[in-house]
Every structure is written in structure tokens, then in C-alpha cells.
């Protein structure tokens, strides 16, 4: 399996990409240093279709190297051994840089106000519903005349899951939010009504 490949399957797993993330950056540059240089690829916007040296540099093979060594067997769900678990704080910042690519005024524009990130939101949560309704058919035997595949629909869901978390944390970040802090006090919340010993603790 080529890096390529191995990014494509990392989509949603986001502790993952973040571990991989300065082997996709030195990709990157050595891919943009180069164009600009020999420019033959448009500054490295459209990759030429005759496979010309532009994308074949050394700089660039040895960048694509590093990142296959650093992403190992990417068909596995665990992240790797040393690797930092996602944090809402982690999250909330590249997301946050992300959003101002599309969105440069972010949060303070008026591109898209409060109602569009919640429909947003709302509309990956239908589609996370959609995969669940199909998953459920399989259940209950009700496939109808179209197979249904039971891994690809958890993949599915998985994606849309994490879609909806992520424009939670937009629409939170719109208001002023803290999506960490919000979630903590909401679960500790629950658990101190119901009088469950369940906590979240808050960090430091």
C-alpha cells in the first residue's frame, strides 16, 4: 500500500493524521519548493499527467518515504505506540484553522452565521442516521434487493460521526464555546443528578 493509499484510509481517524502530520507537511513543501522551481506542474497546483520529474524529485521520494515509514500498517484502528490521543483542545485548533481557509473571517464573519453551522451539523447527524437505518435492515433482515456490507457501512458511520463532531465544534466556537470544558460539565452534570460515581476530570 503507497503513502497515498495509506492517507486515504486514514480519513477520520484524526489521532492518526496528527501523528503523521509533519512527514505530510515536509511532502508538501519539498513538492512546493520544487514546482516552483522548475514549474512545469502549474507551482505544484495540477500534478502533469506524463509523470515529469517534477513529481518524481529526489527531495519528494525521500519525504514520500519518510511518510510511509511514519505511517506504518495504516489498516489498523489503534494508534501507533507513543502516539498522543485527540484532544477537544487539539481538535478545536486545527479545526479552527481549517474553517478560516473557507471561511477567512471565521468566527467573526457573517459568511455563515449560527443557523448555517447547526444545519451543518444537523445534516451530518441525518446522514450518521441514514447509515444506522441501514445497518439496522441487516439486522432485522431487511436488506431488500440491494447487499448490504456490514464493514463498509461501520466505515460509514464512523465518517459521519466524526463530521458531526467536528461541526460541533464549529458551531461552539462561533458562540464563544469551549466544546471540552462544555462536555465535561454537561457529563459530570448528569452523573452528579443521577448519582452515578462516573466523572470527567478537568485538566489542568
Not at 434487493?145 to 467536528?166: M, N
Request: charged letters at 25%.
Amino acid at each position: 500500500m503507497s503513502a497515498s493509499d495509506k492517507l486515504k484510509a486514514l480519513k477520520g481517524n484524526y489521532t492518526l493524521l496528527a501523528v503523521a502530520l509533519p512527514q505530510i507537511v515536509a511532502v508538501m513543501e519539498a513538492a512546493e519548493s520544487h514546482c516552483i522551481d522548475c514549474g512545469p506542474c502549474n507551482g505544484g497546483v495540477t500534478p502533469p499527467e506524463d509523470g515529469s520529474p517534477c513529481w518524481s524529485c529526489g527531495h519528494i521520494r525521500a519525504a514520500l518515504a519518510a511518510l510511509d515509514e511514519q505511517l506504518g500498517d495504516s489498516g489498523s484502528t489503534s494508534p501507533p505506540e507513543g502516539a498522543t490521543p485527540l484532544t477537544f483542545a487539539d481538535l478545536a485548533m486545527v479545526n479552527l484553522s481549517r474553517a478560516r481557509r473557507w471561511h477567512p473571517g471565521f468566527p467573526d464573519d457573517d459568511d455563515w452565521n449560527g443557523a448555517d453551522w447547526s444545519n451543518a451539523m444537523c445534516g451530518e447527524t441525518g446522514e450518521a442516521a441514514n447509515v444506522v437505518k441501514k445497518l439496522r435492515r441487516m439486522e432485522t433482515g431487511h436488506e431488500g434487493t440491494r447487499p448490504l456490507d456490514e464493514t463498509v457501512l461501520h466505515k460509514a458511520l464512523a465518517d459521519e460521526l466524526a463530521d458531526v463532531v467536528i461541526y460541533a465544534d464549529l458551531l461552539a466556537a462561533k458562540y464563544g464555546l469551549d466544546l471540552g470544558i462544555a462536555v465535561i460539565a454537561k457529563f459530570n452534570e448528569v452523573s452528579e443528578r443521577q448519582e452515578f460515581p462516573e466523572r470527567l476530570a478537568v485538566s489542568a
